[in-house]
């Protein structure tokens, strides 16, 4: 995990350097992904968690069209683990477990 999380810094740089600040943001997705405020048993770390290491590169200019249908886009990653949560961690494991198969 801490080797694609230097991938992920490396890439950010590589966006910031050649000029795509704010043209394009990285959303990443890891079978160990954690966040610094969670314990690593938590389930809304399943957010970020997939059956393998992903990068997605989003365009910001779809994030402004987003906006226009989710007027409160910033409160989805916050439902989206109060979801994770509700479901627990080992609904979550099954889940993820099921797509690796």
């Given amino acids: 995990f801490s080797s ?5 810094k490396k890439s950010e740089t590589l966006l910031h350097r050649h000029g795509f600040k704010g043209q394009f943001q990285l959303a990443s997705f ?4 954690q966040f610094e405020s ?6 809304s770390l399943y957010t970020n968690r997939s059956p393998y290491p992903m990068v997605h590169i ?9 906006r226009k249908f989710y007027p ?12 994770c949560m509700e479901k ?6 099954m889940l993820l ?5």
Wanted: charged letters at 30%; one cysteine or more; hydrophobic letters at 35%.
């Fill in 72 to 83: 409160n886009i910033h409160e989805i990653p916050e439902r989206n683990k109060k979801l």
């Fill in 97 to 101: 477990m099921q797509c690796m198969q």
């Fill in 88 to 93: 627990g961690v080992e609904t979550m494991k």
């Fill in 30 to 33: 890891h079978q160990q992904y």
């Fill in 38 to 43: 969670e314990t690593t048993d938590a389930a």
């Fill in 58 to 66: 989003i365009r910001e200019d779809s994030i402004v069209k987003a």
């Fill in 4 to 8: 694609y999380l230097q991938l992920i």
